[in-house]
């Protein structure tokens, strides 16, 4: 069930008219729950099993991690719950195909047949929070939940279950502890990050996606200028599929009551790559900061160690979003920019080059890596780079009206990060800018719904 | 020492609304741009009608055009045709469809054709509910096709999903028709576009001017062209490409058929087509009703027997309901270009059938219809 359907409206009215009659209640909490997984189970009901059963492991190891003198197996034997699930559903194909290929390399006569494994929506999502759960009552740094109903909600929450933001147990749990509070301003607040979420994903994703799709289909038919605006295009559709969902999902959290975090903050205005990573999905990189970059030593220790642990997070991040050489290679090429400009950004020089041209910099960088994210194949993303640097110009086929609605919203990022930001919050200004992107949205949303794209990770 | 606050970011924009803002925003889209843009457009927009008008068959989808023309037709003719591609006159030029035969006969422009190809009863409900209003105080003739009933399929009262002529004139929720099964987000955007204008008129400029294309797509496809450059006021609704078929039944190679016709009484097209009846009388409009004919050398034994029935039993339901009606005779073998349409020189028998008879003499000749 996509946020921007019929079918949603009608679900979400239901859901809240019942939510607010149940919110003095104790009820409230199981209806959330079962509201969260009708709405996962809309996909496949056989997907339920999977989220039910991932809740119950990591619920019996966190009330172990409690009283238990075995701590570190429990929370061991969580961590392998869920990277086995992760493992299995999304990366066995992965596996499978790779290791027949070293194989055939090796002349073993040995066949490794595909496993044909449906990828169930979400779990890169749900297995993430739920992992952080049993880290962090390790840690001690959150309250072990006694209560499964809460627990459950915790992670099966359908705003921000099947693409984030994947939020900590210690920001959401506490939450749902107590009544929740909606004020007229979470309602009004809440309509408001939809509705922009909903201009991001149904008027800007969908409408880049269409030029995207048709450079990046067959990028051998075209010269370097359409592949170079193609990337673009995949670049920013990527930006408003992703920060779009997460806006909608943080207006519907809001309007119940419920604050999820900022996951985007306007990524393409970052001046250096470290910065670019503070902006971009926020929720996962802080993730990988916590429980893997600084568990791996983090900044401590010689300069080389830091770089390795860098690039081990960042290659694994990759990894995280796809099973597939072109995610790992992605990963790896943020990893090494990170390295390669940690020092440069630190030099007096580097602080001297205007701020535009570094945020200009750091997008191109960005769409570089974003080739390999997109591209169908390895080979697709070197044809692809090779053409950037022949320069074999060709038509670009630009689209005119597509990026001058694009240039128009970066304009308003930087307008937002710099010293007119005061100009923005003006009440006719804000009324504006919603009145063109609901006539936007009006005019330019398709006549097909179609999947954001981090649904698949 | 100096603790940093750690700050919760509302968003990252500035599109920050209160509730009286949202408002605001809310009553300018929609009286702004959902209404007052469509009752301009529709103010602004002229549609010219040629001699022997008929619709474009490109525009059979394009219901805010049709919606223009019914205007134009009402205050052009005294009578209005409305049926399906028998009446539009699928193999004919413009000028030998059975209204421009009337009309040359009758030396007058008489005659006005609305008619719309693979408008079945089910779907002419709709057209005329929510896009014909202009029908009214005027004398229709109205054309019922038994073609629409040969088969459950064809009837729409089949189980089994099916793609249907003009889906978006269906009734999206009640009555349910089992064939159409469509996602609700669909039905939903057809209720949006039967209420709202501006979407039907965003489908007319789709269909008009954009190549039945969502406008991204378009973009993306004609780069270097300018949308609204593509846009104009004035709308050539009128049919220009079709020519007179030579070409009969026999010729192009249709074989026995043995359709087993469903019965009135089970007929959701017959129920449908009583529902036309009853909506254009309740307008105000006086309804003459052609019984049309199947090609009876086409059909078995068994299947003639079923259709002569249904024939009867239509007459019936007819002259129940004290419609006016007139039943069309068989033409020859060699007027037929298939199972229902005839050629140009069975359009020519049948308005000299219907001039002979004096019910639809005196129809014609009462009132002027205006």
């Known amino acids: 069930m996509l946020f921007h359907t019929w079918e949603f409206v009608i679900f979400f009215s239901i859901v809240m008219a019942v939510y607010i009659a149940l919110k003095k209640t104790k009820w409230w909490q199981l209806w959330l729950l079962l509201v969260s997984y009708f709405f996962y189970g809309w996909w496949n009901p056989l997907f339920l099993i999977l989220i039910i059963y991932s809740t119950f492991v990591d619920y019996l190891a966190g009330l172990k991690l409690g009283d238990s003198k075995w701590k570190k197996s429990w929370l061991a034997f969580s961590l392998v719950n869920n990277l086995f699930m992760l493992g299995f559903f999304k990366y066995a194909g992965f596996f499978a195909d790779n290791l027949r290929t070293l194989f055939v390399l090796l002349h073993i006569p040995l066949d490794v047949p595909h496993p044909n494994i449906l990828l169930p929506v979400g779990i890169s999502f749900f297995t993430f929070q739920s992992m952080s759960y049993t880290i962090d009552v390790y840690l001690k740094q959150v309250k072990i939940e006694k209560n499964f109903i809460r627990f459950a909600a915790f992670v099966s929450l359908f705003p921000q279950l099947v693409a984030g933001p994947i939020e900590r147990a210690k920001a959401l749990l506490p939450q749902m502890r107590h009544e929740p509070l909606i004020r007229k301003v979470d309602v009004s607040d809440g309509i408001s990050l939809f509705l922009v979420g909903l201009f991001k994903k149904a008027v800007m994703a969908d409408f880049l996606s269409i030029y995207a799709e048709k450079i990046y289909s067959d990028p051998s038919i075209y010269g370097s200028w359409a592949l170079l605006f193609g990337?673009?295009?995949?670049?920013?559709?990527?930006?408003?599929?992703?920060?779009?969902?997460?806006?909608?999902?943080?207006?519907?959290?809001?309007?119940?009551?419920?604050?999820?975090?900022?996951?985007?903050?306007?990524?393409?205005?970052?001046?250096?790559?470290?910065?670019?990573?503070?902006?971009?999905?926020?929720?996962?990189?802080?993730?990988?900061?916590d429980y893997v970059y600084i568990p791996l030593g983090g900044n401590r220790g010689i300069k080389y160690r830091v770089y390795w642990n860098l690039i081990l997070t960042m290659v694994?991040?990759?990894?995280?979003?796809?099973?597939?050489?072109?995610?790992?290679?992605?990963?790896?090429?943020?990893?090494?920019?990170?390295?390669?400009?940690?020092?440069?950004?630190?030099?007096?020089?580097?602080?001297?080059?205007?701020?535009?041209?570094?945020?200009?910099?750091?997008?191109?960088f960005i769409c570089l890596t974003w080739v390999f994210f997109r591209a169908a194949s390895v080979a697709d993303a070197l044809l692809i780079l090779k053409r950037f640097f022949s320069g074999t110009g060709g038509d670009a086929e630009i689209p005119v009206i597509l990026f001058s609605l694009v240039g128009m919203v970066w304009l308003y990022q930087l307008t937002f990060n710099s010293k007119l930001k005061p100009a923005l919050e003006y009440r006719i200004v804000r009324i504006g800018c919603l009145v063109g992107a609901m006539l936007l949205y009006l005019i330019f949303s398709s006549t097909a719904n179609k999947q954001f794209i981090y649904f698949q990770f | 020492m100096n603790k940093k606050k750690k700050v919760r970011h509302f968003s990252s924009n500035a599109i920050r609304l209160s509730g009286r803002e949202l408002l605001i925003a809310g009553a300018i889209t929609f009286l702004g741009l959902m209404i007052a843009v469509p009752w301009l457009w529709q103010k602004k927009e002229t549609v010219t009608l040629d001699k022997d008008f008929r619709l474009a068959y490109n525009y059979r989808d394009d219901y805010w055009t049709f919606k223009k023309c019914a205007d134009e037709v009402c205050r052009k003719y005294p009578v209005v045709f409305l049926g399906d591609s028998?009446?539009?006159?699928?193999?004919?030029?413009?000028?030998?469809?059975?209204?421009?035969?009337?009309?040359?006969?009758l030396g007058t422009e008489a005659a006005g054709n609305l008619a719309i190809d693979g408008m079945h009863y089910v779907a002419m409900e709709g057209l005329l509910k929510y896009y014909g209003s202009a029908i009214h105080n005027k004398k229709v003739f109205l054309y019922f096709n038994p073609l629409w009933l040969n088969s459950s399929k064809f009837d729409l009262s089949d189980n089994a999903a099916m793609d249907i002529h003009h889906p978006r004139l269906l009734p999206q929720f009640s009555p349910a028709l089992k064939c159409y099964r469509e996602p609700l987000s669909k039905r939903m955007s057809v209720l949006m576009e039967r209420n709202l204008p501006f979407y039907s008129l965003l489908n007319h400029l789709r269909l008009t001017f954009f190549d039945n294309e969502d406008f991204n797509r378009w973009i993306i496809e004609?780069?270097?062209?300018?949308?609204?450059?593509?846009?104009?006021?004035?709308?050539?609704?009128?049919?220009?490409?079709?020519?007179?078929?030579?070409?009969?039944?026999?010729m192009s190679g249709?074989?026995?058929?043995?359709?087993?016709?469903?019965?009135?009484?089970?007929?959701?097209?017959?129920?449908?087509?009583?529902?036309?009846?009853?909506?254009?009388?309740?307008?105000?409009?006086?309804?003459?009703?052609?019984?049309?004919?199947?090609?009876?050398?086409?059909?078995?034994?068994?299947?003639?027997?079923?259709?002569?029935?249904?024939?009867?039993?239509?007459?019936?339901?007819?002259?129940?309901?004290?419609?006016?009606?007139?039943?069309?005779?068989?033409?020859?073998?060699?007027?037929?270009?298939d199972a229902s349409h005839p050629l140009s020189c069975g359009y020519e028998q049948i308005a000299a059938t219907l001039l002979q008879s004096p019910d639809f003499v005196k129809y014609i000749n009462q009132g002027d219809g205006k």
């Not at chain 2, 079709?242 to 009969?248: C, E, G, K, P, R």
């Open chain 1, 231 to 289: 990337t673009y295009a995949f670049a920013w559709q990527i930006y408003f599929d992703f920060s779009g969902y997460t806006d909608m999902a943080r207006g519907i959290g809001r309007m119940m009551g419920i604050r999820l975090m900022l996951n985007f903050n306007n990524p393409y205005t970052a001046v250096d790559l470290g910065d670019f990573w503070r902006r971009w999905h926020i929720s996962l990189s802080s993730w990988f900061k």
């Open chain 2, 222 to 250: 004609h780069p270097e062209e300018s949308p609204l450059t593509k846009i104009s006021f004035s709308v050539d609704p009128c049919e220009h490409n079709h020519n007179d078929s030579s070409m009969t039944w026999k």
């Open chain 2, 254 to 337: 249709i074989t026995a058929q043995d359709w087993n016709w469903v019965p009135l009484d089970e007929s959701k097209q017959w129920a449908a087509f009583n529902n036309v009846l009853e909506l254009l009388k309740s307008r105000n409009n006086q309804v003459f009703v052609l019984v049309g004919s199947i090609n009876p050398f086409i059909l078995t034994k068994n299947s003639l027997d079923k259709y002569n029935q249904l024939r009867a039993d239509i007459c019936a339901g007819l002259k129940k309901e004290n419609t006016p009606f007139f039943l069309l005779p068989e033409l020859p073998s060699g007027s037929y270009a």
């Open chain 2, 86 to 105: 028998v009446i539009w006159g699928m193999y004919v030029d413009n000028n030998h469809t059975i209204p421009a035969w009337l009309n040359q006969k």
């Open chain 1, 316 to 364: 694994i991040s990759g990894f995280w979003h796809g099973a597939a050489w072109t995610f790992i290679i992605w990963g790896g090429l943020n990893a090494l920019g990170r390295v390669a400009t940690m020092e440069v950004e630190k030099s007096w020089w580097y602080k001297k080059i205007p701020v535009l041209v570094k945020q200009l910099l750091v997008f191109h």
